[in-house]
């Protein structure tokens, strides 16, 4: 399938090179700069839910917490009635349905009616799939839906998402986040020294030097979250040239899959002011002595990530990723398309 994409109206990422050699014919340029922002118990029977598992704050984020809860549910026909109040809902895209979460009923036994009621409605207008959002506040209403059919789908630190496939077809609703994404930062100054780090933590590379890396936030792109990783532990401030080469290997942390995007960034600023919550020291280290470390001297995959990320800055390697900022139709937003090298584009 051909995509036409409208390029010349956009701005690109950056102004510089690497090493300064594009002239202002170039298409593709290789800086930009950031600027710095700094379980549920399946009961047997309906009628009670013993004990329910609920959220409470706790240390800036959600916890669980066991207490009773006996929820008495009446006993409620296969087809809705017209005393019985449907749940507020709107349709997806996908002949699908979204409960509206602010306006679930206050008792368990109100959202019960109200749920089963819902689902005969539904499925009687041939309705596919429900998405189900349940706040913290209204947690006591999880285990109702999950005796319905619903299923864990994902949650965050306001929210747990439940599912349900009411068509008898295949089920077509997305799965649940399989991935986390993580950047790492190559900085290296005009002395061929590299920008490393040691971290204070229980994993395998505690007590290693390594460079800097970390895990990108919520509606983060790429390279912004190099550059800040960058700054947050050495207090360096950077520029990004180009992703030079990413990881991605499975079963990591919650058994996720993980990507690691290794990004090329150039200093703007050399005195080190490192982040003492996280890290144990940091400083500037020339390049063949950081290849001697034991991580790189026994580790093949963080031995060829600095070889290749060494090769690109001596303008050795062409595979880098440059991004380029462009619109696009299909969800109405700019966002950063990344690829390699400079190319004619056809009239």
Same mark, same amino acid.
Request: with cysteine; proline share 5%.
């Given at each position: 399938m051909?995509?036409?994409?409208e390029?010349?109206?956009?701005?690109?990422?950056?102004?510089?090179?690497?090493?300064?050699n594009?002239?202002?014919?170039?298409?593709?340029?290789?800086?930009?700069?950031?600027?710095?922002?700094?379980?549920?118990?399946?009961?047997?029977?309906?009628?009670?839910?013993?004990?329910?598992?609920?959220?409470?704050?706790?240390?800036?984020?959600?916890?669980?917490?066991?207490?009773?809860?006996?929820?008495?549910?009446?006993?409620?026909?296969?087809?809705?009635?017209?005393?019985?109040?449907?749940?507020?809902?709107?349709?997806?895209?996908?002949?699908?349905v979204?409960?509206?979460?602010?306006?679930?009923?206050?008792?368990?036994?109100?959202?019960?009616s109200?749920?089963?009621?819902?689902?005969?409605?539904?499925?009687?207008?041939?309705?596919?799939?429900?998405?189900l959002k349940?706040?913290?506040?209204?947690?006591?209403?999880?285990?109702?839906?999950l005796? =319905?059919?619903?299923?864990?789908?994902?949650?965050?630190?306001?929210?747990?998402?439940?599912?349900?496939?009411?068509?008898?077809?295949?089920?077509?609703?997305?799965?649940?986040?399989?991935h986390?994404?993580?950047?790492?930062?190559?900085?290296?100054?005009?002395?061929?020294?590299?920008?490393?780090?040691?971290?204070?933590?229980?994993?395998?590379?505690?007590?290693?030097?390594?460079?800097?890396?970390?895990?990108?936030?919520?509606?983060?792109?790429?390279?912004?979250?190099?550059?800040?990783?960058v700054?947050?532990?050495?207090?360096i401030?950077?520029?990004?040239?180009?992703?030079?080469?990413?990881?991605?290997?499975?079963l990591?942390?919650?058994?996720?899959?993980?990507?690691?995007?290794i990004?090329?960034?150039k200093?703007?600023?050399?005195?080190?002011?490192?982040?003492?919550? =996280?890290?144990?020291?940091?400083?500037w280290?020339?390049?063949? =002595?950081?290849?001697?470390?034991?991580?790189?001297?026994?580790?093949?995959m963080?031995?060829?990530?600095?070889?290749i990320?060494?090769?690109?800055?001596e303008?050795?390697?062409?595979?880098?990723?440059?991004?380029?900022?462009?619109?696009?139709?299909?969800?109405?937003k700019?966002?950063?398309?990344?690829?390699?090298?400079?190319f004619?584009?056809?009239?």
């Amino acid at each position: 399938m051909a995509i036409a994409m409208e390029i010349s109206k956009w701005p690109l990422i950056g102004s510089t090179s690497r090493k300064n050699n594009y002239n202002s014919r170039d298409l593709f340029s290789r800086g930009f700069s950031f600027p710095q922002k700094n379980i549920l118990l399946r009961n047997p029977s309906l009628y009670s839910y013993n004990p329910l598992l609920t959220f409470h704050e706790a240390g800036g984020g959600h916890m669980l917490k066991g207490t009773a809860v006996h929820v008495h549910t009446p006993n409620i026909s296969s087809s809705p009635t017209t005393a019985t109040e449907l749940l507020d809902s709107w349709n997806d895209d996908y002949n699908g349905v979204v409960v509206n979460p602010e306006s679930l009923p206050l008792s368990s036994n109100a959202f019960a009616s109200a749920l089963r009621a819902s689902l005969c409605d539904w499925k009687k207008k041939g309705k596919k799939g429900v998405w189900l959002k349940i706040l913290p506040e209204q947690a006591e209403l999880v285990p109702i839906a999950l005796q =319905e059919g619903f299923s864990y789908h994902h949650a965050e630190s306001r929210y747990v998402m439940l599912t349900h496939w009411i068509s008898d077809e295949v089920c077509l609703l997305p799965s649940s986040p399989s991935h986390q994404i993580g950047v790492g930062g190559f900085v290296i100054n005009h002395k061929r020294e590299v920008l490393v780090v040691k971290e204070k933590c229980p994993c395998s590379c505690s007590g290693m030097w390594k460079l800097p890396t970390g895990y990108i936030n919520k509606s983060e792109d790429l390279y912004s979250g190099a550059v800040r990783e960058v700054k947050e532990e050495t207090g360096i401030d950077t520029v990004f040239l180009e992703i030079v080469a990413f990881r991605h290997a499975h079963l990591m942390a919650f058994e996720n899959s993980d990507l690691l995007f290794i990004c090329m960034l150039k200093p703007l600023s050399f005195d080190i002011k490192i982040d003492e919550k =996280e890290i144990q020291a940091a400083k500037w280290m020339p390049i063949d =002595e950081f290849m001697g470390e034991d991580l790189y001297v026994e580790d093949p995959m963080s031995k060829n990530v600095v070889d290749i990320c060494t090769a690109a800055h001596e303008d050795r390697y062409s595979g880098g990723y440059i991004g380029q900022q462009l619109p696009s139709k299909l969800d109405k937003k700019l966002s950063h398309l990344y690829h390699a090298g400079i190319f004619n584009f056809k009239s």
